[in-house]
């Protein structure tokens, strides 16, 4: 469910601004940044967010 809303939160930017041709690295950076945090961090949790739960005896 992260990736779905990293792409609809950072592609747009990209995108517009690449169309109206303004592509300065520098006024994208934080944009870039916040790709490579996201990127990062679905990396990391991968294990975490693909596991499978256990069955529990408790549960009806």
Same mark, same amino acid.
């Given at each position: 469910?992260? #990736? !779905?809303? +990293?792409?609809?939160? &950072? =592609? @747009? !930017?990209? *995108?517009? $601004?690449?169309a109206?041709g /303004? #592509? &300065?690295f520098?006024?994208? +950076? @934080?944009? /870039?940044?916040?790709?490579?945090? #996201?990127? =990062?961090?679905?990396? *990391?949790? $991968? $294990? /975490?967010?693909?596991?499978h *739960?256990? !069955?529990? +005896? &408790? $549960? !009806?």
């Amino acid at each position: 469910m992260e #990736t !779905p809303a +990293a792409i609809a939160g &950072d =592609l @747009p !930017p990209v *995108l517009v $601004r690449w169309a109206i041709g /303004y #592509t &300065d690295f520098w006024h994208l +950076a @934080p944009v /870039y940044f916040g790709i490579l945090l #996201t990127a =990062l961090g679905l990396i *990391l949790s $991968r $294990r /975490y967010l693909c596991a499978h *739960l256990s !069955p529990r +005896a &408790d $549960r !009806p």
